[in-house]
């Protein structure tokens, strides 16, 4: 856990500095931040985190969804939302939710932590069945 290379996309410096605070009580080294998504895709390209916390309605011409679809597409890290609050419609639609996680904002520790970590062992456990069904697949040919 001490490596996992994290990066914030959030765009206000009040949550920003909670989840960094937050982060550093669960023994995660300081993250990277981003306050918009097409800075988050910059980022990720430059320093490759393992994973990728962010806000579900950030400001600006690219929201959190968009750059979370970018984000996984492009660079295949795991990614959780952060989401002020959670309408039916929202945790209802797998296009927004699926494969990500996500987590209510104002972020608890352990919902925070648990939220990670999940997402970490998904995301491996992800990679390894592909591996697995690949090898399947070459040994059927």
Same mark, same amino acid.
């Given at each position: 856990m001490a490596e996992t290379k994290i990066l914030v996309v959030e765009?206000?410096?009040i949550v920003t500095k909670d989840?960094?605070?937050?982060?550093?009580?669960?023994g995660y080294p300081s993250p990277a931040t981003a306050s918009s998504g097409t800075e988050a895709i910059k980022k990720v390209a430059r320093f490759h985190p393992d994973l990728v916390l962010i806000d579900i309605q950030l400001k600006g011409e690219m929201n959190g969804i968009k750059a979370a679809r970018q984000i996984?597409?492009?660079?295949?890290?795991?990614?959780?939302?952060l989401m002020e609050d959670a309408d039916e419609e929202t945790l209802q639609d797998e296009k927004v939710i699926e494969p990500f996680y996500y987590?209510?904002?104002?972020?608890?520790?352990? $919902?925070?932590?648990?939220?990670?970590?999940? =997402?970490?062992?998904?995301?491996?456990?992800?990679?390894?069945?592909?591996?697995? $069904?690949?090898?399947?697949?070459?040994?059927? =040919?």
């Open positions: 765009d206000e410096v989840i960094k605070n937050r982060l550093k009580v669960l996984h597409d492009l660079f295949d890290i795991p990614v959780v939302y987590i209510l904002k104002p972020c608890e520790e352990n $919902s925070l932590h648990i939220s990670i970590e999940r =997402a970490l062992y998904q995301h491996k456990m992800g990679r390894v069945w592909k591996l697995f $069904s690949n090898q399947q697949t070459r040994g059927q =040919a």
